[in-house]
């Protein structure tokens, strides 16, 4: 009887120990490097995102440009391809980040 006694505490906290380590931490905000850029058209700029705490749990960001002619963005790598306005989202472990991203022409060469 007390073998069995033993192997359920046993069990018992094999059990406590696993749920303990898999407890989840959620995203409470993500952090940009930039959260408003200036760009010439074919200027490129990267931003950098981390999640707040540090240990949350996610399965890395997506990045998104809300106007694709303006800039595009590519795992924090926005490139600008037109003179305009663009938001970029970021998202992580259900939260989100947003960059106002302007866009400007190169200016006109001088006429020597």
Known sequence: MRKKSFIAIIAFIAIAFIAACTTD????????????????VGDTKV???VV????ADHDGFTWTSA???VVTVVNGTITAVGAGNASITVEAGGRTGFIDVTVTSPPAPDPD
């Open 47 to 49: 931003v950098t995102a």
């Open 25 to 40: 931490v959620a995203v409470e905000r993500i952090v940009l490097s930039d959260t408003q850029v200036t760009l010439q």
């Open 52 to 55: 707040d705490p540090e240990e």
């Open 67 to 69: 106007n694709t002619s």
